[in-house]
């Protein structure tokens, strides 16, 4: 008799539907979550979905981890025609992101050099005078990295968490980083 219909003739049927319905349920409470789902009031981590094929504006490293700042093609021109500058604005649209990691030596590389190790958060910005007027059109994001639950969780309750830091660069349209150059 094969082992199958052993247990299906077995008086167990119910307990084994019972734990294969739980490692079903279990399997979709462990799948990945969409972090595109995710919102700091009006500001939606989906408004920058495709932000790993945006372009590098800079890095940056601060005691504990190693940055890179990206950009979206609307602020990339910017960049590119001298901004942050004294006076002048970012279009509307404009959008930057920063991704933090903690960071490793590099074994193997023949010189010291640092590289990203664990995921920390992806922090975001984004200009829309319509959407966010009461700071001067941007929104700030932060949303945190969990690696042991694969997880991201925004920092706050509204997008405008980062505007007090920011009001120390008013003058260059309230944006930190300046584009190195290449």
Known sequence: MSR?????????????????SLAVVGGMALAAQDRYTLKLGKLSFADFKGYEDWKDVAVSQTETQLKVILANDVMMKAYRQGLPADGKLFPEGSKIVKIEWSFKKNTVSPYFVQVPDTLK???????????????HGWAYGDFNYDAASDTFTPQGTDSNCGFA??????????????????
Not at 165 to 182: E, L, S
Request: charged share 25%.
């Open 165 to 182: 830091c920011h009001t120390t660069v008013a003058a260059k349209d309230y944006i930190f980083t300046q584009y190195p150059k290449r």
């Open 4 to 20: 199958i219909s052993t247990v299906l003739k077995s008086k167990n049927i119910p307990a084994i539907v019972i734990v294969l």
């Open 121 to 135: 958060a992806v922090d975001v910005i984004e200009k829309d005078t319509k959407r966010f007027p009461d700071t």
